[in-house]
Nanobody
């Protein structure tokens, strides 16, 4: 059974940092693109960042560019999202996902999803 489990969410003040982790089990994703998404109440699930199968290509939404960094660890079958200079508008449930493609920057191209972790940024 394939599982993606996120961790690292929580409550942080504006300007602070958090590091989200996503551990995959049930299969390896070394040939798959991985991504982080977020969904705020009443809004659609949007992509935040994506990384290609070999780590050579990344994507960031305009709203997080320069503040967030996606990375992956093949030995741990994990992907991470380092979030710095957090803003109240970053508050959302953050989801990790794995794509059937080597790189993907839109939700329909992702097949496996975690259960999400809440990030709340206070002003």
């Amino acid at each position: 059974q394939v599982q993606l489990v996120e961790s690292g969410g929580g409550l942080v003040q504006a300007g602070g940092s958090l590091r989200l982790s996503c551990a995959a089990s049930g299969r390896t994703f070394s040939s798959n693109g991985m991504g982080w998404f977020r969904q705020a109440p009443g809004k659609e699930r949007d992509i935040v960042a994506a990384i290609s199968w070999n780590g050579g290509r990344t994507y960031y939404s305009d709203s997080v560019k320069g503040r967030f960094t996606i990375s992956r660890d093949y030995a741990k079958n994990s992907v991470y999202l380092q979030m710095n200079s957090l803003k109240p508008e970053d508050t959302a449930v953050y989801y990790c996902a794995a794509s059937r493609y080597g790189y993907a920057d839109s939700p329909p191209k992702y097949d496996y999803w975690g259960q999400g972790t809440q990030v709340t940024v206070s002003s």
